[in-house]
Nanobody, 124 residues
Framework: QVQLVDSGGGLVQAGDSLRLSCAASGRSFSRYNVGWFRQAPGEEREFVARISWTGASTDYADSMKGRFTISRNNAQNTVYLQMNSLKPEDTAVYYC?????????????????WGQGTQVTVSS
């Protein structure tokens, strides 16, 4: 079992930055690939970014490339999502999730464990 706790959300202005954290507890977290997803009001949950268990591979949704950076510190059992140049359309609840699979990692059904979510609100 892996338990995930998301944090770092908040209310910011357009153009600001935020760093989200996903802290994990449980066995062998360093062997899990981790993804970030987000869900805006009235919308479906969408893929944001993911990182392999070694940190060697990353993948981003097109709209996040160049603005968001995913990283991890396995010694601290934490994955980060650095978000720069935030836009009002980035407003959503952000969730981290973990899976042992890399294939299909852009789809939420691939993930076995989820954090509770953290709210990000970007004002214009």
């Amino acid at each position: 079992q892996v338990q995930l706790v998301d944090s770092g959300g908040g209310l910011v202005q357009a153009g600001d930055s935020l760093r989200l954290s996903c802290a994990a507890s449980g066995r062998s977290f360093s062997r899990y690939n981790v993804g970030w997803f987000r869900q805006a009001p009235g919308e479906e949950r969408e893929f944001v970014a993911r990182i392999s268990w070694t940190g060697a591979s990353t993948d981003y949704a097109d709209s996040m490339k160049g603005r968001f950076t995913i990283s991890r510190n396995n010694a601290q059992n934490t994955v980060y999502l650095q978000m720069n140049s935030l836009k009002p359309e980035d407003t959503a609840v952000y969730y981290c999730a973990a899976t042992e699979r890399w294939s299909g990692g852009r789809y939420e059904t691939t993930y076995d464990y989820w954090g509770q979510g953290t709210q990000v609100t970007v004002s214009s």
